[in-house]
Structures are given as C-alpha cells and as structure tokens.
C-alpha cells in the first residue's frame, strides 16, 4: 500500500510538473528574452554537438540493412523490398529510437545533473526571492530546446542513413542517384514521415520531462546530483520504449 501510494505520488507530481511545464512555454515566448541563451545553448549541445555521432551511426546503419538485405532479397527476386525496408527501419523504426538513444547519452545526464545543482546549491531559491520563474527560466528553454533538437536530429539521422545506404548500394546494383532515391520516395508514404515526427516529438518531451523532474527532485545533499543523472539516464531510455512501442502499436492498427 505504501510502495503504490508513492508511486501514485511520484506520477502526480511528474503530471503536475509537465502542465507547469507546457503552461510557462507561452509565458517564455512572450517575455522570455533572458531565458533565449538557454534555449539556444542547449539546441547548440543537443543538436548540434550530436551531428557527428548522429552520422556515424546513420551511415552504420543504412550501410548494415542494404549489406545484409540486398543479397537475401536478391536472391528471393524481390530486390525493390529494400527501399520499404530502409524506410521502415530509418525512418519509422530504428531510426527515431536511436536518435533519442544519443540524446538521451549526452543531454539527459547533463540536465539532470545541472538541474540538482541547481537546486544544492540554492540557485532555485535565489530566482523565487527576486520573483524570477525557475519553471520558466530553468525547465522551459531545456524541454524547448531538447524537443526541438530530437525532432531535428531524427530528420538528420533519416536522411544520412538513407543517404549512406546508396552508396553501400553502388557495390552491389550501380544505379543513378535518380533511380534510387524516386524509388525511395515512391515508397516513402505521409503515415511513414507522420509516425517519425510523433515519436520524435514524443521523445524529446519525455527526455527533457525525465532529466528536468529528476533534477529538481533533489534535497540538500550534493550526493543526490549523480545519482539524479543516473536515475535520469534509466527512466529517459525506459520512457522512450514504453512510448515507442505504444506508437509502433497504434499505427499498425490504424493503417493496416
């Protein structure tokens, strides 16, 4: 009874914490200018900073499908399934997964753990005496800026692993660019690029609602801001598969 009543509080003030949340994004895009650098920094780390993994990754693994699909398929005669492969994997599937996989590696531990800091080290009392918002001017600019770095880099992260996968295909089918990304995009559909853009918005909101609740959980101890990073890291990674598969689910039972 106890364990479930924490529970039951733990998700209210994670719900209470997300509608305070959403409420001060308008406040911050109306009066927000002190808080901008913060957005900015952090689309900078989340986003930008991450390209380079980002595209080792894609490339690795638009090179792994057309590497070990184009034989098998090949050999079976059905060859064009490659492309809905590619975009199942990429774009629906793998692709927004792994994206939130290295933002929640760089981004969820750093916001948790500068969050806690924040709160040790009473900088959160100092924004509420001099009648500043810490909702507003700490939490708002990283659920902003780590949202829109996922959806961003999803879109990057699709079009790299498409793109490194049509030159592992020059080595078994030399084609023209034309052919092969016409066929992409004629098999490419509004569900796929829809579905893609969900996930990715949806796990950027459950990183940054993770890594910043977890921040300003914290007491008074300074031993608490690692193990807010850590917990932050765990709940980040089980949040985006429980999300994924409910998603992977729902289209599936609503187009087919």
Not at 7 to 21: I, K
Not at 28 to 40: C, D, E, H, V
Not at 91 to 111: C, N, V, Y
């Amino acid at each position: 009874m106890t364990s479930v009543t924490v529970r039951m509080g733990e998700f209210m003030y994670n719900l209470g914490f997300f509608t305070r949340t959403l409420k001060g994004v308008h406040s911050f895009i109306r009066r927000g200018q002190a808080s901008w650098r913060n957005l900015t920094m952090q689309i900078l780390f989340t986003f930008v900073q991450a390209l380079g993994l980002a595209t080792l990754l894609s490339l690795g693994i638009g090179a792994a499908v057309n590497i070990i699909g184009i034989p098998f398929l090949t050999s079976i005669s059905q060859s064009r399934l490659i492309y809905t492969l590619l975009i199942i994997i990429i774009t629906r599937e793998l692709g927004p997964l792994l994206a939130a996989f290295i933002i929640i590696a760089r981004s969820a531990t750093a916001i948790a753990t500068e969050m806690a800091g924040a709160v040790i080290s009473h900088e959160v009392e100092a924004y509420i005496s001099v009648g500043v918002d810490p909702i507003e001017h700490l939490a708002v600019p990283r659920f902003l800026g780590v949202t829109i770095s996922m959806f961003l880099l999803n879109i990057y992260f699709s079009i790299f692993g498409l793109a490194g996968s049509f030159a592992v295909a020059q080595v078994f089918n030399a084609m023209p660019a034309s052919v092969y990304f016409g066929s992409l995009l004629q098999y490419l559909t509004v569900q796929d690029i829809l579905i893609s853009v969900i996930k990715s918005i949806a796990f950027g909101m459950v990183t940054s609602m993770v890594a910043l609740t977890q921040g300003f959980a914290v007491e008074r101890a300074s031993t608490e801001v690692p193990v807010a990073g850590l917990r932050a890291v765990s709940a980040a990674f089980g949040g985006c598969i429980v999300v994924d598969i409910l998603l992977s689910a729902i289209y599936y039972i609503v187009f087919n």
